[in-house]
């Protein structure tokens, strides 16, 4: 099937992301939007975008039917379910292909065989892949768990076999805990996941969350595009990912990159996708979980090989062939990403909502930035805190460091608190600088984080706001409600419509 | 002209004077700072304040339910630095900060209410939920800082409210 237009079934930055790949290609993308992304940027960036609901995810975003009726309804050929939402739901998969339509990714199946933790690890054993020691029995008694952790050795991990995304995770150090741990753990994995099964896995001691990018053909070609460190996390939710790894050697690298190739052809694995592993401090590495999905940090992957994944996934779905072979792939330079997030990390990392009423983003050599939102945006509660990712390329991981850090420093963003003065200080932390990271650096670092900027108020400012106050008097019209409108300022009033359909 | 801003709790006052050669200078806390706007395109500003140069960016809104004036500047050097300002004016309403009574409950972030768990009037214990508030997928428990009396309750299920909005106020009291 040719494809000539493809409805993307997401939003925000991933979104506006992909739409850019589809007018590149010549094929026409048509957007989904709820009440409150009526302006957002994805939706003015589509060729048509289609209404789905009110703002929250549930009765939107969330809602695969109307995806589909959206995509059938402007003559697609093709949805591609950006990460997050409906991206990795094994029915949205199968009810696309039974619309006739292709879905942009891997199989229902796949996507299935991956979503169960514990039916992914059982897999994977069978595939030889090392998988976390660990313990998992269906209906498996307390005594049971108490039984496995000591074998295992604590601490241990208590997961929800139906979850992810660092969800219900607990971690139990003494067998004490344990049994408390497994009732909470039951009890929230019942209400996140309506799955209330648990298992256990051996918590890996300073460990480092390093992911491999792997990319199936439908006939059967895989190949792995290397690794992500992304240990800098807070929370279970990653802030800062890199490549190459510190602490990953060529030897290394050729091992995991064979095991998570071993670990796609295990589920017949079409597309992008991603598989993620802990490693030891002694290099041992377990496979963690697979993300049938592109990902969030797909772009310093893209920065080092110099492959477009959005582009090729397209290119995939359409039935193409991999237009290269393992030995044909080379890594080069260092890419490290940061998530900008809508969150005070002044305020406990607590999310911030309000007016983009100025973005200014970076631009030079070897920056890149993927947003979400621009001047005239808004970002709401409604969804994720992810606004955008600034990403830096250098020859060598202190020469992306340094970009990271001015692009950083450039990038303006009024209207609403955003992490990025946290990002800053995290980079220059000399335990960030020497790569000497793991998944417990920013606990350990940065508990109690305060703003580096002066709490005195600069002169400078004080007389900036005035300035532009003055100014917007000067040029005055005002509004019925007696709020200067002027050129400097425009107060976040706008009614602007939204287009339904077409252009 | 004077303009009026609070930041951080405290206000800081600032007396703008055209002058004849079309600069401008500026009165604040006693000092005076002669000002030349070189540009100012779209929100930047490029200022001469005091010989030196300053590049900021600044931008306005109100806010959808408190109603605040806020302003926005960046100044953007080697260390960018943002700050948000409440513009103080006779009428306005201040976003409730420290000096809010031991009783009220403001909201911590923005965020939808999800559930609310009393009703005015009712006793309730320090430590006791009054209601959800969810954002961004994350939910926040909502609880008594002290105990006595429910007095009001200033939101229901579904309302969006944010940061610094009273939620909720409690007088403070023994319980029979």
């Known amino acids: 099937m040719t494809i000539t237009r493809i409805l993307i079934a997401n939003r925000g930055e991933i979104a506006v992301r992909l739409i850019r790949a589809c007018h590149e290609l010549g094929i026409e993308a048509v957007a989904v939007y709820s009440d409150a992304d009526a302006n957002a940027l994805h939706t003015r960036l589509a060729d048509e975008a289609i209404h789905i609901g009110p703002s929250t995810p ?7 039917e109307k995806h589909i009726a959206a995509a059938r309804g402007t003559g697609c050929q093709a949805i591609h379910p950006g990460f997050g939402f409906l991206s990795e739901a094994p029915d949205f998969a199968r009810a696309v292909r039974d619309a006739g339509l292709i879905f942009i990714g891997p199989s229902a199946e796949a996507i299935q065989a991956m979503g169960i933790k514990t039916e992914a690890r059982a897999l994977m054993q069978a595939a030889g892949v090392p998988v976390v020691p660990g313990f998992q029995a269906a209906d498996a008694a307390d005594e049971d768990f108490l039984h496995a952790a000591r074998e295992i050795g604590y601490p241990v991990m208590v997961k929800a076999a139906g979850g992810g995304g660092g969800k219900g995770i607990r971690i139990v150090y003494d067998a004490d805990s344990l049994l408390d741990a497994l009732a909470g753990a039951r009890r929230e994995a019942q209400s996140a996941f309506g799955d209330s ?141 940061c998530r900008v997030y809508a969150e005070d990390p002044a305020n406990h990392f607590l999310p911030a909502t309000g007016p983009v009423l100025r973005t200014v983003e970076p631009a030079g050599p070897g920056i890149r930035v993927d947003a979400g939102v621009v001047t005239g945006d808004q970002v709401t509660i409604h969804y994720d805190p992810m606004i955008a ?43 960030f600088t020497s790569g000497n990271i793991d998944t417990q650096f920013i606990d350990r670092h940065f508990a109690d984080w305060a703003e580096p900027c002066p709490d005195d108020l600069p002169v400078e400012a004080l007389i900036a706001a005035a300035i532009a106050e003055f100014q917007s008097l000067g040029s005055l019209t005002s509004g019925g409600d007696g709020t200067p409108k002027g050129d400097a300022y425009s107060p976040w009033s706008r009614a602007d419509s939204f287009r339904i359909g077409g252009r | 002209m004077e303009f009026r801003y609070r930041h951080h709790d405290a206000d800081h006052a600032i007396r703008l004077e055209h002058q004849p050669d079309g600069s401008l200078r500026a009165y604040v806390a006693g000092q005076e700072h002669s000002i030349q706007v070189l540009s100012s395109p779209e929100g930047q500003l490029n200022l001469l304040i005091d010989g030196q140069r300053v590049h900021a960016y600044a931008a306005a809104t109100r806010t959808p339910q408190m109603h605040l004036d806020l302003r926005y500047v960046a100044l953007v050097d080697r260390e960018t630095c943002f700050f948000e300002l409440e513009k103080v004016t006779g009428s306005g309403r201040q976003r409730s900060g420290k000096q809010a009574a031991s009783g009220a409950l403001t909201a911590q972030m923005p965020g939808q209410v999800m559930e609310v768990a009393v009703e005015e009037g009712i006793t309730v214990n320090e430590g006791d939920l009054i209601l959800l508030l969810e954002a961004m997928k994350m939910e926040i428990r909502v609880t008594a800082p002290l105990s006595g009396t429910l007095e009001r309750l200033n939101v229901s299920v579904g309302d969006q409210v944010e940061r610094g909005q009273m939620l909720a106020e409690i007088k403070p009291g023994g319980i029979d």
Request: proline fraction near 3%.
């Open chain 1, 389 to 431: 990712k600034v990403i830096a390329f250098g020859a060598t991981r202190a020469d992306a460091i340094r970009k990271m850090d001015w692009a950083l420093a450039q990038y303006v963003i009024l209207g609403l608190t955003t992490n990025l003065q946290f990002l800053r200080d995290v980079l220059k932390h000399p335990t």
């Open chain 1, 197 to 337: 099964e648990i298992f256990l896995e051996k918590y890996i001691e300073n460990g480092r969350h390093i992911e491999i990018q792997v990319l199936a053909d439908q006939y059967g070609n895989t190949v792995h595009l290397y690794e992500r460190e992304c240990s800098i996390q807070r929370r279970h939710q990653k802030i800062i990912e890199e490549t190459p790894s510190t602490i990953v050697t060529p030897d290394l690298r050729d091992r995991m990159g064979q095991a998570a190739v071993d670990a796609a052809r295990a589920v017949d694995y079409v597309n992008a996708g991603t598989v993620e592993f802990i490693v030891a401090p002694d290099r041992t590495f377990y496979f963690l979980e697979m993300n049938t999905r592109l990902q969030v940090e797909h772009p310093i992957t893209e920065l080092v090989t110099g492959i477009d994944l959005a582009i090729l996934q397209i290119r995939i779905a359409a039935g193409e062939r991999l237009p290269f072979a393992q030995a044909d792939l080379a890594q080069q330079g260092h890419a490290i990403e």
């Open chain 1, 58 to 64: 549930g009765e939107s975003y969330l809602r695969g």
